[in-house]
């Protein structure tokens, strides 16, 4: 057994890269092991923003010798057949073996694989790997890049670490031999350092300020990100993101704690944390009463001489930074929201659905009839002033610079000017729900405004015929659908998806595309309650009995529906129902079309009923009406409660009843009684949707 | 007997107390790694990348090695002198070297250590940062160079200029001056900055020429006449690229662009024309330099038989 290491050496590799290309490079090793037949007994995978190394333990140090035997064509086979053969196996005709396969001649190829050394075999893997390897973006670079064939990588590379047992495996990839040298730390170490092997190369670059396991870096910046907090008496506002961020921009990270003035801590804590984290990677910290802290953490990447020195520029640059976020906050606020709102009119919302300045009109008039027909349960006033400004701040410089803030900023800004505060939560908060697990507004005017703006958007695209298709979904209409749904069911909006639709109708749009619309939202509503483990078999269950319905109650209906089916008697029942409507559809019946009622012919029977028979009819009389009435009042366990006592009797006449009897009045009064049973379980629901 | 004329000794530089001698030591450097000291190109340009030391030399397959001070006109950066970071005219350091020497990171390096940069003392980060210019259809791949969490300059390895592959690729950086001086001399008011070594300031120099600049690029500029010299600037381009001078044509395009910031400025180019506006100027600039590229082909292809334009 054998160990082997790869280390492949380059310039800076892009931080948010490095994850993937750890991935790749097992996924490229693995393969090229798996075509030799080849099984590491463990593989470890590391980087740092210089380098990927790869280290494979418990390798064969040769493969076994392989024979393999291929059929070819029989010996009287045209020449073309035969060589073709040969061809495809490399083997020379002289080569081949005949044999005799059910009495005739037949050729066969022998083909003998000779055991490989596994330094071989790694020797023709590398290169494959290097010119497999697939990064998000990569590069040309050097003397090389003069012809259009040079080798691509991520950044140039510089160098290929190749070790078997400690042996060189010996390589030669676009010019770049594989060896035993690497390079330690940028800064912290100068010349080539030596590799021996697998076993020693985390210490060797340990000596040399290299900590090549990115794990251990992000233990290093986490705990030390902490402790530098704590040291101060603060907490440090964790982030992952940026801990995995700053290992991959690190191969020696020391986190070190600075401070800003208090002054910038006069503007909003979201504006700080945001230039701090996206601008310069830094973390930010809270004090004992949770508040926002004048401090930041930034991570080195060398064990500086005086580390005041380095915290001292970084202080600078944030400093320079939060001046700019405080000039923007002072400057935006020298206009009302009411004043920026007038920009909106040269923004362009999209080519066909007018300016933003037209949406916010639009929106403005959908949230005021939503709350005059007290669909939602805010003030009309209210509310049509929070739509009227809840897209002013996409033209303040705040947003302009860091557009995440969009909506956070126009809700501060809407409270810096004294509004009232369901209107400045309403701002804030109208791009809610922005995807699933994310708040759902529930305050009345914030809902209105939430609902009304994403209507807008979804009924206007679909109306010019920009819907999603396939992974495209350039407005985000799936997310304005989920949000929609969530807004509805969250709220208990009770009106029909189909008034929503038609009130958000926009005048110059087709106006066709209400069932799309409609469909759309069917689809968004399966994923959607597929989160909450609803199958979407029951929806599409539920959706023929309620085509009239709003959302609240589909999904009312459908969870009991599931939790009815996942009884044994909900099992059961539907297979009795199928089983029947097999029948039916055997014997080409036409279902009765009066499911609560007395058999549909009018007739009574002319003779006398088996006791399973009667039993199921008086099983009926009795669970029909009930089940209608309970679906009328929304009582859908009712509903369900009361199919399950046809259960036992449609067991029963199965069981005892023969359908197709040769008295054709017992078999028309049978199929009739079927047609009656299929009938009153299809009023609660459409089972011959249900799968299973 | 004749009279001697000595000049005095030449005095040391130091590129940490003047902004002069910062440039004249980066000049020294680069002029000492075989570059051909390049002096700014005489017209108002948005960036070093617009010399055409840097773009119509990135296209072909020849040798290049050339640095230069770029001044560099952002009329909408402008803030009348009262910002302490922000100005509408400030200058760039271009180093371009083609192809990309393998050691190229550490001759940066070294040159920064040449002007001061003591990286044991300084944390240097390579952090990714690519860099794409639609207007003169290129793209590069590289970094931005923190310095303490400041960047300092911009590192690219050009992959394609005027929409061709860029054969061999280019190494390009841009150090921006007056952030690297600010730093080294450690002042927090650009207009602080030491000029040179007898008194004279940056502001000294600069900080009336840039209250008269914001002025006349926010509030002056006569926005008709902008609109007619766009439109010269244009069909002059066209002119040029018809009668096979690309270089003249290219010059037209710098123009026009430089025209469209300061429209831009003025405040009088809407969201919906700015997209129009930039794709004509992308025209002119990409026209130039096919032009030259086709112009230029023939010749290069005999020099270079393994090089091809496509």
Known sequence: MADFLLELRCEEIPARMQKGARAELEKLFRREMDASGVKASDLTVWSTPRRLALIARGLPTATEAVREEAKGPPVAAPDQAIDGFCRKNGVERGALEVREVKGRETYFAVIEKPGQAALDLLAAAIPAIIRDFSWPKSMRWGDASISNESLKWVRPLSGIVALLDGEVVPCLTDGFASGRTTMGHRFHSSGEIVISGADDYADTLRDAYVIVDHEVRAGIIREGARKAAKAAGLTVVEDEGLVVENAGLTEWPVPLLGRFEDDFLDVPPETIQLTARVNQKYFVCEGPDGKLANAFICTANIAADDPAVVVDGNRKVLAARLADARFFWELDQKKTLAQHAKGLERITFHEKLGTVADKVDRVAKLVRWLCEEDIVKGDPDLAEQAARLCKADLVTEMVGEFPELQGLMGGYYAAKEGLPVEVSDAIRDHYKPVGQGDDVPTAPVTVAVSLADKLDTLVGFFQYDEKPTGSKDPFALRRAGLGILALVLSNNIRTTMRELITAAAHAGGSPDAGRDIAGFLIDRLKVQQREAGIRHDMIDAVLPVESDADTARVVARVKALQSFIETENGTNLLAGYKRASNILKKEKWEAPKNPSGKDPSGKDISYTPETAEKALIDALDAAAPKAASAVTEERFEDAMSALATLRAPIDAFFEDVTVNDDDADKREARLNLLARFTGAVSNVADFSKIEG | ?310
């Open chain 2, 1 to 310: 007997m004749d009279t001697e004329l000595q000049s005095p000794p030449l005095p040391a530089r130091d590129p940490t107390r003047s902004f002069q001698d910062m440039i004249l030591t980066l000049h020294d450097f680069w002029a000492a790694n075989g570059c051909v000291i390049l002096q700014p190109y005489d017209m108002r340009m948005g960036a070093g990348t617009f010399h055409t030391a840097t773009t119509l030399r990135a296209l072909g397959p020849e040798p290049w090695n050339a640095a230069f001070v770029q001044p560099c006109r952002r009329p909408t950066d402008g803030r009348y002198g009262e910002n302490p970071n922000r100005l509408q005219h400030y200058y760039q350091y271009q180093v371009i070297l083609k192809p990309s020497p393998s050691d190229i990171q550490e001759l940066y390096l070294k040159s920064l250590a040449a002007i001061g940069v003591d990286p044991l003392k300084h944390d240097i980060r390579f952090v990714e940062d690519d860099w794409e210019s639609p207007t003169l259809g290129a793209w590069g791949l590289g970094w931005e160079v923190w310095c303490d969490g400041m960047e300092v300059t911009q590192f690219t390895y050009f992959q394609q200029m005027g929409g061709f592959d860029c054969k061999p690729v280019a190494g390009e950086l841009t150090y921006g001056l007056e952030r690297l001086a600010m730093y080294i001399q450690g002042v927090d008011s650009v207009y602080d900055l030491a000029f040179n070594q007898h008194g004279v300031s940056y502001g000294d120099v600069f900080l009336e020429n840039e209250r008269q600049m914001s002025k006349a690029n926010f509030e002056v500029f006569d926005t008709d006449l902008l609109f007619k010299k766009f439109e010269m600037a244009e069909k002059e381009c066209r002119n040029q690229i018809d009668n096979d001078v690309p270089i003249a044509a290219y010059e037209e395009a710098v123009e026009a662009s430089h025209i469209f910031n300061l429209l831009q400025a003025r405040g009088v180019i809407s969201v919906q024309e700015r997209a129009s506006y930039m794709g004509r100027v992308r025209d002119l600039a990409r026209g130039s330099c096919e032009k030259y590229a086709e112009l230029k082909a023939p010749e290069w292809a005999e020099k270079y038989p393994e090089w091809s334009l496509i």
